[in-house]
């Protein structure tokens, strides 16, 4: 009651000018595929894998993990999905893999981190998803979260390929991964920004706590500033990048985002519509000047204003 359902995404996603911006969903629960499914996603741009693992207190199989991913897969045929491996520890803590008494556990062993000291947990992963791939012919892309380091990103490129995936990418959600994004980019097929973790880590705030929400916004310039740094490093070298944190569910902040270099946005499939109609109602040039205005201001709300006036002319 009192939620407006707009009528589902008829694609593809572009700008006024025809720039081709691929509006995926967000699956992080079974339910959420058919969601996707129904509201016009074009493909899954984050699935967020460890459904599959919550409530367990041993490893699932990898031929449990197989019939799982393959349902996604079977899903979108044709389509784009984009899977991110197991991120278990902080606020996805999982009984088998990460340690309950960390002082700090957002920045302790937490995503890929974890395979550190159990290599096999992802390795088996790894293969699952692969051989769900093959069984459902799906465009299945990889790729590891909470990367810090161009040595991680090379070392999960090598470990995704040997395991038989063919598009291998990272996720960047560090401001660490965001300083190297050039090199990241040499390394990968993709890359795919973590709003959510990346305004949490560059503000060093907790995205938790509702207490501190007014710094943990992707319109902190200086967030928008490290989604800058990986755009032009995309677009310097041919790499898409997405973005699927929560961020890329504002319509107001979209085409900021395309602006900044973004080529996929991923988001809950609620809001796929009405960031397909304000992408397309915009031309790139008007991105970029939305962008460049919400960049130079100095806070949330005066980025906010700077875009919605770029927006307006
Ligand atoms: C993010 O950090 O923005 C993200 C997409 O991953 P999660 O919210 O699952 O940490
Ligand atoms: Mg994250």
């Known amino acids: ?32 595929i058919r969601r996707a499914v129904e509201r016009g996603a074009e493909g899954v741009g984050l699935f967020r894998t460890e459904f599959c693992f919550l409530d367990r207190t ?12 393959r349902e996604v897969f079977a899903a979108f045929v044709g389509s784009r999905v984009v899977v991110r491996t197991l991120d278990a520890g902080s606020d996805k803590p999982l009984p088998f893999l990460t340690s309950d008494d960390e002082p700090n556990p957002a920045l302790g062993v937490r995503g890929y ?47 995704a390929r ?7 990418g990272v996720m960047i959600e560090t401001p660490a991964a965001a300083f190297v994004a050039d090199e990241l980019c040499a390394v990968v097929d993709f890359v795919s920004i973590g709003t959510n973790d990346l305004s949490q ?33 995309g677009t310097r070298s041919g790499t898409p990048v997405g973005v699927c944190g929560e961020a890329a569910a504002d319509p ?34 008007q991105c970029r000047t939305a962008a460049e205005a919400a960049c130079a201001a100095t806070d949330p709300a005066a980025a906010r204003a700077a875009a919605r006036e770029a927006l307006a002319t």
């Open 201 to 233: 880590y560059t503000m060093a705030a907790d995205r938790m706590s509702g207490e501190l929400a007014h710094l943990a916004d992707p319109w902190q310039p200086a967030v928008l500033r490290a989604i800058r740094l990986i755009g032009e490093a």
């Open 58 to 69: 041993r490893e699932p199989s990898v031929d449990d993990q197989v019939a799982a991913y």
């Open 113 to 159: 981190r974890t395979s550190r000291r159990d290599p096999e947990v992802l390795d088996a992963q790894l293969r699952a998803i692969a051989r769900a791939a093959d069984a459902e012919q799906a465009d299945a892309w990889v790729m590891a979260p909470m990367i810090a380091t161009v040595a991680e990103a090379t070392e999960f490129v090598a470990r």
């Open 252 to 285: 107001a902040l979209a085409p900021v985002l395309v602006g900044l270099g973004v080529t996929s946005l991923s988001m809950a499939a609620r809001a796929i519509t009405a960031v397909g109609a304000i992408v397309s109602s915009a031309t790139l040039a």
């Open 162 to 168: 040997a395991a038989g995936n063919r598009t291998v």
């Open 1 to 32: 009651t009192g939620v407006i359902t707009l009528p589902p995404f008829e694609g593809p996603g572009q700008t006024a000018d025809g720039h081709r911006i691929v509006l995926g969903a967000n699956v992080g629960a079974p339910r959420d």
